[in-house]
């Protein structure tokens, strides 16, 4: 090693000038990462690889503002230098450089960091007067060419700089690397990578117009980060996350807490930012700092309902009782994303700006500022749903700066409109990569998948000595669950099996595919379509346990007392199985019902074979049913258990509404499997919890505070129930009893307010929370994880390796690989909840689309089917909220308009807009008109119209408009399909769609153009949403995850309130 | 600007070592003459100055002497050019009090005292240049200053500073390894022996860690012994080959 010094000269805590002098060593041997190496470069980790055309080696300048460029998966052989890399961490900040430390250790990148300023000849100190900029150029080229001289000339190295001095100096020296421009490196290598230069373009332009910008200041400069600091541990300013409010975008938006700041007691409320000066360019999500106003500026929220869109009038004589509010004085941490935003039309495009380069966009999430891009695509992007990044908003900027990035498509058409609800959800699904699809093993007609001896003989064989069978929705192809049941020889005990595919044995830790499961950590189901987790050939075929065919097994075996059923062993392992039986749930209650049905695996069989192997199926799906029941009983027994059968209903219940299609009693089957997977959770909750009690991945539900059930207990008691809550069992108890023999519905809506006032279920790791709160509330179990759904859901993956580490730590065997650490599990978990979240909000998301555009085409005034019963379930100061059953959508309805006239009802029911008053209570709403007075109560039914409210640069959304105080006369409409609500409208607007994008086809004469990968993946040639949502409600059934679909719904309604 | 990542992806610290690495080690013996012992060390960029008086009468009030060994008197000070401000106070600040009393404790367990009953030995070590591992650079310095002395000694006396970043332990830190926040270690060694004259920790520490930690500023120590002794023998050379004339 050699030692030198390096002068730096760095600003002291007090903000004068010092001057540093750092050690520098430097050695002769520093890895180069590369597979062409031909000095025994000890390369840990990734390398390049050496079927790549050349070596680019990216400038500081390129790698600090054209880092997007370099992210795109098909740029190949990047070598980062160290000097580029500590310049970006130095002048980007902290987001920008762990993009790109992510980077350098995603495998699917193929680049490399080499640590030039280490390497003792291609490291070359700072001469006296030379600028900073020229000092760090002149040692990538350096690096260049020892990377280049390194490799004896084997690879062609290519070093891009946006410095036209260094290019026409280096290019000159003649030492075998090329230099040259971003812009002619890209036309040059990569002239069909369209991607890369419209970013290069786009932030071209931006960058060039940040520098000739200047003007006066909008916003207030934020504070520096002495000042910051100590103002936060005095409490003077408080830390907390940006929420804006959907609904008043523009002026309210919210600060949490983070943490425990609250030592003022007064201040254990959000605090409400007021205006866009007091936002300070601060955008939603964002980790701000705030400072609060004084008590005399203080303001309320708004308690009217209010129209997303349009002008938004402050409403003084509404605003509820003033609250804490405050400012932004400084953004500690930007969570910009893609956003998603449409052009403005382009009239208003050139009135807008003198210079038609500069656009203002509308992002299509109401929450985000508009955004000021520079495209000279204007036209081109007319109507058309178009990505874009933002990249800075300065004090003297009105509207934040990006960059247009790619195009999504024509707004308003279907395809467009799902991937803006995945890019806006974060959610990103490529089809899956070459290179993935290589790690998956082959099973084609030629070349059949065969089990591997070795795992034969390490797995316990359960395949003769088993009736394993799976009950699932009909057409399921991801069966990841089977069962079994039998009495053990001496008929003493019994043994009950469930056996999980195992899908960690086709996806290894590190993979690809576990890199790529890991990224999506579930399937997204939309309203149309779903986006596997796993490639189809494990998800629908390998992992799938299918009838009549060899799988590998996860296992969990339980041996009961035949008597009382207590458990008297268990065992968790892998195995090998042969589902005998795939039965759908009809078929398996029709079964135990006691009806004649065809079992289909039956059929080739003859006479009393036939009749033998029917009545052993039976008595074991007989004694499954008598072993669920008696697990069922035993835990309602065990006290506060009742809820979760009350929460299964719940769901079912929502889900009887959307679907309209699920029987209104819930076969008992579906309680019996789930029963069993719920038992199978529980038991491997406690098994990997008891083996690792510092890191085992469990999922928890939190009891709900007691306030959030105010709504609900006020409501019911409006219509004379009671409602206890103060446990869960207490909960179950009284929705049971509250229930109107004239009114279905009123239950249902009680019981959909208290899933609304529940948190949500969550995964975490154990050492990161103690102990008594892993109590699951809505199960009523003290552990629970998730186990049984591998092929859909990443946490079951983890919990799979978790369980078999532990079953090896039995055996006293080291565990193959290290398990991640309490930290590490953490974060995983955090990040499949963010996703779980996301999955929810964009399947909420999607299936609003489709209402609206079920509806779309319709002429409210004249067609049947838009007009509708609707209940009324809360009240608000200028209208209701009603809940539509048929649609199985909820929506505001007004009572006062903008003109301030109110609604009249005459006699036979009819109503219309009349001056009047409006007059509000906790359970009624009372109109009054010179024609008379009307209340309207909660849990009254009213008839509404349903009609659209287009909106160019959002999603559409769904008008109600109330036309009578009665309740609709409910005649089944005949045009409806069999199946009814919604899934005939998915399947109508599918059907539209596809045929609009036809006739679109036929007339620029071409035929459909579908790429392999859609048909594989996308699946939407049959929409088969009795599938999807059977298995979103066996979710349910599970956990209360679905019911943050309608809890989020709700906030949003409460945030207006 | 993003918080410094003191140890790269890559294995590589901010100054290009790597974990278990020193910093380059220079030392000379003897540099003045009117003292008894003097030494000067640079261990990477801390530079340090030691000078021994003694072992002679006690100073000052009789009182404070022993009457089984002899006291040993410490003083460190930082030169007002040391850091990259201009430091006030020289010395007699806490820090530097505090910086005294270890360095002194560290000693007594070193220096063969009971030898000079009712006598004094001081030790006044002056820092030219800090750049992390102050203490370290005083131990050593200070030991070949003794050594230099004469003064008998049951071993060297070396000292070496660690921390722990991301779950690996780094041997010697430099300034700004030691002013990132991180937990850091200060060990003086006897390392023949192996025994320890001085551990000290200010910050927070997971007891798992404590071993690791321990482990690796323990073989950084003997490192510094070697040098040492190095110094020493080159030195004692270059003196015999004075006096032989």
Known sequence: MIK???????????????????????????PCGSSLCQADCQNVGKVLSRDVTHYVVPDVGVVRDFLEILELRELQGIVLTQTAYQTVQHTRGRRHYNRLRSLLKDPRHDCVLFANEFQQYSYCPREKGESQDKWHTRNVYNAAVWYYNHLAGLQPVVMITEDRDAISEFSASNSGVFVISTQEYLLGFWPDLQAAHDLYHSIAQTLQERENDGAEKVYTEHLPAEVLEAGIKSGRYIQGILSVNKHRAQHEAFVRYEGSASKNTELNSDVLINGAKHRNRAVHGDVVVIELLPRNEWKGRTMALTEGQGEERPLEDTQSQ?????????ILQRNWRDYVVTLPPFEEMQSQSRNSQKILVVPWDYRIPKIRISTQQAEALQDQRVIVRLDSWESTSVYPNGHFVRVLGKSGELETEIQTILVENCIHVPPFSEAQLREMPVNTEENPWQMDSNEVSSRRDLRDSHLVF????????????????????????????????????????GSLTDLEARSRATTYYLADRRYDMLPAVLSADLCSLLGGVDRYAMSVLWELDAETLEVCSVWFGRTLIRSSYQLHYELAQSLLNGEEVEVPELNPLKGSQRDQKMSELLQALETLTRVARHLRAQRDKGGALELEGVEVRAQLDEEKNITALVPKQPLEVHETV??????????????????????????????PKQEFFNHLIDSAKAHGFSIDTRSNRALADSLERAVDPRDPLVNRLLRMMATQAMSNALYFSTGSCPEEQYYHYGLALARYTHFTSPIRRYADVIVHRLLMAAVQLEKDESPSKALACNKELEELAQHINNKNRAAQHSQKQSIELFQCMYFRDKDSHTDERCVADAVIYAVRANGF??????????????????????????????CEWKPGTLQKYSDKIITSTSTGTHTFYL????????????????ADSLNLELISNKPHCAVQPESQPAGGGRSGLVEEVVRWAEEASLQAEEQRGRKPKLSKEEKQFRQSKTPNLYVLLQEISELALMDLSICQITNSEEQTCTVSS | MAGLELLSDQGYRLDGRKATELRKVQARMSVFAQADGSAYLEQGNTKALAVVYGPHEIRGSRSKSLHDRAIINCQYSMATFSTAERKRRPHGDRKSSEMSLHLKQTFEAAVLTELYPRSQIDIYVKILQADGGNYSACVNAATLALVDAGIPMRDYVCACSAGFVEDTPLADLCHAEESGGGTALALALLPR?????????????????????????????????????????????????????
Not at chain 1, 684 to 696: D, G, L, T
Not at chain 2, 214 to 223: H, L, R, S, V, Y
């Open chain 1, 4 to 30: 030198t010094e390096k002068i730096l000269h760095l600003n002291s805590s007090k903000g004068r000038k010092v001057r540093v002098v750092r050690e520098h060593y430097m050695r002769e041997q520093v």
């Open chain 1, 322 to 330: 003033p609250m804490p509010t405050g400012r932004v004085v400084e």
């Open chain 1, 881 to 910: 909220l009603a809940f539509v059953p048929q649609y199985g959508l909820k929506g505001a309805v007004y009572l006062k308009d903008r003109e301030g006239q109110v609604i009249s009802v005459d006699g036979d029911g009819k």
């Open chain 1, 939 to 954: 849990f009254n039914h009213v008839t509404v119209r349903i009609s659209v409210e287009p909106s160019r640069c959002h």
């Open chain 1, 470 to 509: 799976s009950i699932d929705p009909k057409g399921c192809e991801d069966v990841d669950d089977t069962l079994s049941v039998r009495t053990l020889p001496g008929g003493k005990r019994l043994e009950l099996g469930v056996h999980i595919a195992d899908v960690t044995h086709f996806v290894r830790e």
């Open chain 1, 674 to 703: 789930a029963e069993c997977m719920i038992y199978a959770n529980h038991w491997v909750a406690r098994k990997i919890q008891e083996s690792f009690p510092h890191h085992a991945l469990l999922r928890h539900h939190p009891p």
């Open chain 2, 193 to 245: 022996s192996g025994n320890i004259a001085l551990l000290q920790m200010d910050a927070r520490l997971h007891q798992d860690h404590l071993d690791t930690l321990m482990e690796a500023a323990m073989t950084a120590c003997k490192e510094f012994s070697k040098v040492l002794d190095s110094v020493v023998r080159q030195h004692l050379e270059e003196v015999s080959d004075l006096t032989r004339d």
